[in-house]
């Protein structure tokens, strides 16, 4: 059974920066796409990013393509979102999640492990 942690949420006032990182454990990381998903209040959960196993291709949100980046370190079973320039309508939960392997890496039915979630604050 495949284990996400996530880590890194916080407070932080707007234009700054937080780091996320999930961690995997208990099932296989490196050989599958990984994401972030995030949800606000009274609001459905949203793609953020994904990265494809062998790190080369990243996919981003309009909404925070140039202030966020994806990465991993499939050694330490971890990935990461850097995130810059936080704006306010950027808070929410966090979630990070594994691709089941198939269909669209936007969407949230396509992720088949989900991590607890972290919470990301930004004050105005």
């Known amino acids: 059974q495949v284990q996400l942690v996530e880590s890194g949420g916080g407070l932080v006032q707007a234009g700054g920066s937080l780091r996320l990182s999930c961690g995997a454990s208990g099932g296989t990381f490196s050989y599958y796409v990984m994401g972030w998903f995030r949800q606000a209040p009274g609001k459905e959960r949203e793609f953020v990013a994904a990265?494809?196993?062998?790190?080369?291709?990243?996919y981003y949100a309009d909404s925070v393509k140039g202030r966020f980046t994806i990465s991993r370190d499939n050694a330490k079973n971890t990935v990461y979102l850097q995130m810059n320039s936080l704006k306010p309508e950027d808070a929410a939960v966090y979630y990070c999640?594994?691709?089941?392997?198939?269909?669209?890496?936007?969407?949230?039915?396509?992720?088949?492990?989900w991590g607890q979630g972290t919470q990301v604050t930004v004050s105005s």
């Open positions: 999640a594994r691709h089941s392997g198939g269909g669209s890496y936007y969407l949230e039915p396509q992720y088949d492990y």
């Open positions: 990265i494809s196993w062998s790190r080369f291709n990243t």
